[in-house]
Nanobody, 127 residues
């Protein structure tokens, strides 16, 4: 079992930036694949970005490409989601998720493969 704690959410103006953090415990960090999902009120949870255990593979939803950067720091057991040029459509609760096994880059986008989730951190983009 992996315990995940997110932080870094908040209120930001359109065009602004935020960096979310996800600190993991319970398993060696270097075997954990990390993903970020989000859920806006009245909408389904959707995939945002993911990074594999080695840091060599990253996957993004189309609307995040060029604006968001997913990364990880093994020394801190922490994954990050740097978000830039935010807009109102990015407003949502953001969740960190972890999986030990991911078969193929397309699998990163599937919420069902992640059996460990954080409590979420709210991101609100508003003027």
């Amino acid at each position: 079992q992996v315990q995940l704690v997110e932080s870094g959410g908040g209120l930001v103006q359109p065009g602004g930036s935020l960096k979310l953090s996800c600190t993991a415990s319970g398993r060696p960090f270097d075997i954990i694949n990390i993903a970020w999902f989000r859920q806006a009120p009245g909408k389904e949870r959707e995939f945002v970005a993911a990074i594999d255990w080695s840091g060599d593979t990253t996957v993004y939803r189309d609307s995040a490409k060029g604006r968001f950067t997913v990364s990880r720091d093994g020394a801190k057991n922490t994954g990050y989601l740097q978000m830039r040029n935010l807009n109102s459509e990015d407003t949502a609760m953001y969740y960190c998720a972890a999986a030990l096994y991911v078969l193929g880059s397309s699998a990163f986008r599937k919420a069902s493969i992640y059996n460990n989730w954080g409590q979420g951190t709210q991101v609100t983009v508003s003027a």
